[in-house]
C-alpha cells in the first residue's frame, strides 16, 4: 500500500512544519506581557527535537555550557508537563562530555 511507505515521511514533514510555525510564532509573541511565546517555543522544540538530531546536539551542548541551567531543569523535571520532560531528558549531557566541558572550564 503506498500509504503506509509515505506515512513517515508525511508524519515528519508535518512534525517539522508546526515545529518550526510554533517557534517562530513563539519568538513574535515573546514581548507580550504574557509569557504565552515561552511556551510555544517549548512545544515547538518538543516537536523538533526527536526529528532534527543536530537540534538535539546543540541543545546538549548548550546544556553543558550553562550547567547552571541544566540543573535547574533537571530540579524542575517532575513538575513539567510530558512535553517538556521529554525535551529535557533529550536534550541531558552525557556525563563523560559533561565532565570533559567542565575539565575544559577549569582549564581556562
Not at 517549548?42 to 555550557?65: E, H, T
Not at 550553562?66 to 524542575?76: F, G, Q, T
Amino acid at each position: 500500500m503506498i500509504f503506509s511507505e509515505a506515512y513517515p515521511m508525511i508524519k515528519r514533514s508535518v512534525t517539522l512544519i508546526a515545529g518550526f510555525a510554533f517557534v517562530i510564532g513563539g519568538l513574535i509573541v515573546t514581548p507580550l506581557p504574557i509569557p504565552l511565546g515561552l511556551i510555544m517555543v517549548i512545544f515547538g522544540l518538543s516537536l523538533l527535537i526527536p526529528s532534527l538530531p543536530v537540534l538535539r546536539r546543540w541543545l546538549q551542548l548548550l546544556r553543558m555550557r550553562y550547567p547552571k541551567v541544566s540543573a535547574r531543569l533537571r530540579h524542575i523535571h517532575p513538575h513539567l508537563p510530558a512535553f517538556a520532560r521529554r525535551v529535557v531528558d533529550d536534550t541531558e549531557p552525557d556525563e563523560s562530555q559533561r565532565d570533559k566541558s567542565q575539565r575544559d572550564a577549569d582549564n581556562k
